[in-house]
C-alpha cells in the first residue's frame, strides 16, 4: 500500500500591505525586517530538540526528515519559499526548551514580490486576541541588582587578571499582566519602532534583535557583529557626540574586536573569501552600537542552522574563550538564560536561512513575561556602567509592553 506525501504548494500573491496584519493566528510564528520578512500559522511538525551536546545537529536530522517527507510544488524559488521551520534555541545547551516548528501556512515578502506556502490542508485557526489589561506589573529581576553588581566586580577583576578575554553577563525583569500578553501586538509595536532589527515570534519567544548571526543565501553567508553599546542623544548634537565617544572608547572597542575576530575565525573555516567590512554606528531608537559586517562564500554546501550552530555562543554573549566564559556565567549569573541570547530565525528546505541572536526579548508564558538585557564585561568595565547598559536594552521590550 503506497502511502501519500503530504504537498507543500507555493504560489506567488499580491503583496500584503502589512504582513502582521495578514497572519490570522495571534500566536504563529513570524520574522520581520523592515517591510519584508516571513509570518505564519498552523503546524506540520514540531521538533522539541532535547538538551545537550550535538543538540543542533539532532535538530538538523529531524528536519531534513520532515521536509524530505514533503512533495515540493514551489513556483516561486527564492529564499523563503517552499517548506520553512522556525526555531529558538536555548542559550546553554544543557537548558530545555529548543524548539524547531514547521507551520502549515507561511507567507513572505521581500523586494516587492509575495508568496504563500501550503503543506497539506488548510489549518483551523482558533486563537483570538485577549483585550490588554490596563497596565503591566512588575516582579522585579531575578537576582537583585546589588548581587548583579557584584557578578561584574568578579567578572572584570577575572578579565583584569588575564583568565579570560571577555566575558557577557545578562539578567532578567519578571513582569505579569491580569491578561494573556498577545505575541503579535507585542511584535507589531516592536517591528514599528525598531525597523532595522529583526523582530521574531517564535514559540513564546518575542523580540526585536539587531544582531544577525547569519544569513545563508545559496551559497553567501552574512554575519552582523555587534558589541559596544551607548544611549541615544536627547538631540542631534547629542547623539553625534555620544556616537563619536562609543567609537573613541578604548574599552568598547576592546569588546567589539574580540567579537569580530570570534565570528571571523569562526566563519574562516567555513568560508572562502572572507571580507570584514570597517566598523560603523547602528543607531537604533534608544540606543547605538558598534557594528561590523562580515560576508564570505561557503566553501561546502551547509544549512543556515548548520552555520548558526558552529557560530554560537558567539563572544558577543558569551565571551572567550568560550569554554571559560561559559563556565563563569553559570557561576555568576544565577539564574537560567533559557533562549534568551540563544539562536532564534527561520530555514528552508534548500538550507537558505536567517538566523539572529535573540536580545531584546521576553519568554512570555500567558499573562507573565521574563524580560532579558546582558552586558559584555572586558578590563575596565565599570559595574554602574554594565547596569546603565541593561537598563537601556530592557526599555526595548518595555516599550511594547506598556504601550
Not at 16 to 27: E, S
Not at 62 to 72: D, N
Not at 175 to 191: C, E
Request: proline content about 5%; charged content about 25%; hydrophobic content about 40%.
Amino acid at each position: 500500500m503506497t502511502t501519500e506525501r503530504v504537498v507543500a504548494t507555493t504560489t506567488e500573491i499580491e503583496p500584503p500591505a502589512d504582513l502582521l496584519a495578514a497572519q490570522p493566528d495571534a500566536f504563529g510564528p513570524a520574522w520581520l525586517h523592515h517591510s519584508d520578512g516571513l509570518i505564519a500559522w498552523g503546524e506540520v511538525a514540531r521538533i522539541k530538540v532535547e538538551p545537550g551536546e550535538g543538540r543542533f545537529e539532532r535538530a538538523l536530522e529531524s528536519l531534513t526528515e520532515v521536509f524530505g517527507s514533503l512533495e515540493v510544488a514551489d513556483e516561486v524559488g527564492v529564499p523563503g519559499s517552499g517548506p520553512v521551520a522556525f526555531g529558538a534555541f536555548s542559550f546553554d545547551p544543557g537548558t530545555a526548551g529548543s524548539v524547531l516548528v514547521v507551520p502549515s501556512v507561511i507567507v513572505g515578502r521581500r523586494n516587492r514580490r509575495a508568496w504563500r506556502t501550503l503543506i497539506g490542508r488548510e489549518p483551523v485557526v482558533e486563537s483570538q486576541e485577549a483585550p490588554e489589561d490596563d497596565r503591566i506589573r512588575y516582579w522585579g529581576p531575578s537576582v537583585s541588582e546589588v548581587t548583579w553588581l557584584d557578578a561584574v566586580t568578579s567578572a572584570e577583576a577575572a578579565v583584569r587578571a588575564g583568565e579570560l578575554d571577555k566575558v557577557v553577563l545578562a539578567r532578567d525583569l519578571r513582569v505579569w499582566s491580569r491578561t494573556p500578553l498577545s505575541p503579535r501586538r507585542l511584535l507589531a509595536r516592536l517591528s514599528a519602532r525598531f525597523p532595522e532589527c529583526y523582530s521574531f515570534s517564535v514559540d513564546g519567544l518575542i523580540g526585536a534583535t539587531p544582531e544577525l548571526l547569519v544569513r545563508v543565501t545559496g551559497q553567501s553567508v552574512e554575519s552582523l557583529v555587534l558589541a559596544g553599546s551607548i544611549r541615544r542623544g536627547v538631540d542631534g548634537v547629542e547623539d553625534e557626540r555620544l556616537g563619536r565617544e562609543l567609537l573613541d572608547s578604548g574599552k568598547n572597542g576592546r569588546e567589539h574586536e574580540i567579537s569580530v575576530r570570534d565570528v571571523s575565525a569562526v566563519l574562516g573555516e567555513l568560508c572562502t573569501g572572507l571580507e570584514v567590512g570597517e566598523s560603523g554606528l547602528l543607531k537604533l531608537a534608544n540606543v547605538q552600537h558598534i557594528a561590523t559586517t562580515v560576508k564570505g562564500s561557503l566553501s561546502a554546501p551547509r544549512s543556515a542552522l548548520e552555520v548558526a550552530a558552529a557560530l554560537h555562543p558567539t563572544a558577543a554573549i558569551c565571551g572567550l574563550p568560550r569554554t571559560d566564559a561559559m563556565a563563569m556565567i553559570r557561576r555568576l549569573e544565577g539564574m537560567d538564560r533559557a533562549r534568551y541570547s540563544g539562536p532564534v530565525g527561520w530555514v528552508d528546505a534548500a538550507g537558505n536561512g536567517e538566523w539572529g541572536i535573540a536580545l531584546r526579548c521576553a519568554e512570555i508564558d500567558g499573562g507573565s513575561a521574563r524580560l532579558f538585557a546582558g552586558s559584555g564585561i572586558v578590563a575596565g568595565s565599570t559595574p554602574e556602567g554594565e547596569l546603565d547598559e541593561t537598563r537601556i536594552k530592557l526599555q526595548a521590550m518595555q516599550s511594547a509592553l506598556e504601550s
